[in-house]
């Protein structure tokens, strides 16, 4: 008991508010036409519906990390700490041979012949989400440098993405690591069919928690793939990030607005 309260006590000095130990700002390392995003110790998440390109944007900005300072792709540029410029690519979704098809995405997209060094990349879709989860951590503890973490996709850390308690302790846990390893964590999650909304408790967890929450739509009839702010804490939102896949090279275009649909009228019996 007297161990359990030396704990407590240690804990609640360490989180005291000390006016001369003031952290310094976290620097923003990942943008989209300059507006802030994400930065060290926080979370954002890439959400759509399957089947929506969410990997390819999510590819595009890992791929961003890898081209000179001030350039980057559609619009979007991260950039990482030149002491920790490690990035960890975690998948837990794709088969084998599409793993290594969003790896070369990645290559391609930053006009590169192979994946540095300092991008390690690994595919779990065989792994329960307590074993993901250890996994992820373990590489943290192991590669100090690494100061982006790319998650594809979150639903499979949690057993039961509707489990209030399980998808608040996976919340918790994003929120410490990104904290405690001083990382930008960049999630991957989908939205449900019906509302539209990111799904179960996992979802609306992450949504409140997260620095920047974005929505990756199909517009079938302009043939677009667009990226587009849901939630952003930071600079406040940027414009649509429209692609388009020409013979399997995918480019940024001009944003096209979806045309509304026309309500059909009910027939009176």
């Known amino acids: 008991m007297a161990n359990d309260v030396r704990e ?8 005291r508010y000390d006016a001369a130990n003031r952290p310094p700002a976290q620097a923003p390392i990942f943008t989209i036409q300059g507006k802030v995003i994400g930065c060290l110790q ?5 959400s759509g519906l399957p089947k929506a390109s969410k990997s390819t944007f999510v590819g595009a900005a890992a791929a961003s990390a890898l081209v000179p300072p001030f350039q980057g792709i559609w619009g979007m540029k991260l950039q990482l700490p030149t002491d920790r410029p490690r990035i960890g690519y975690f998948d837990t ?5 599409d793993f290594y098809r969003q790896m070369d995405k990645i290559i391609s997209l930053a006009d590169k012949k192979k994946l540095p060094d300092h991008f390690d990349a690994f595919t779990m879709r065989e792994d329960m989400p307590s ?4 996994m992820i951590e373990q590489y943290l503890i192991d590669n100090k440098d690494c100061s982006c973490l790319i998650v594809d996709g979150l639903l499979d850390l949690c057993l039961d993405y509707n489990d209030p308690k399980e998808t608040r302790l996976v919340t918790n846990w994003l929120k410490r690591i990104t ?3 001083d990382i930008l964590l960049i999630g991957v999650l989908h939205l449900g069919k019906g509302q539209g909304e990111t799904l179960g408790h996992l979802g609306s967890n992450t949504d409140r928690w997260s ?5 990756v739509e199909k517009n079938k009839d302009a043939g677009q793939f667009v990226l587009k702010p849901k939630y952003i804490r930071s600079d406040g939102d940027f414009e649509p990030v429209a692609i388009m896949n020409f013979d399997g090279r995918w480019s940024q275009v001009p944003y096209i607005e979806p045309v509304p649909a026309i309500p059909t009228k009910k027939s009176k019996n």
Do not use: C
Request: hydrophobic share 45%.
């Open 8 to 15: 407590i006590t240690d804990l609640l000095q360490a989180r």
């Open 42 to 46: 926080s979370y954002i998440v890439f």
């Open 211 to 215: 620095q920047a929450t974005m929505i």
């Open 93 to 97: 979704e794709m088969s084998s041979f």
């Open 179 to 181: 904290k405690q390893y």
């Open 131 to 134: 074993k993901i989860r250890l």
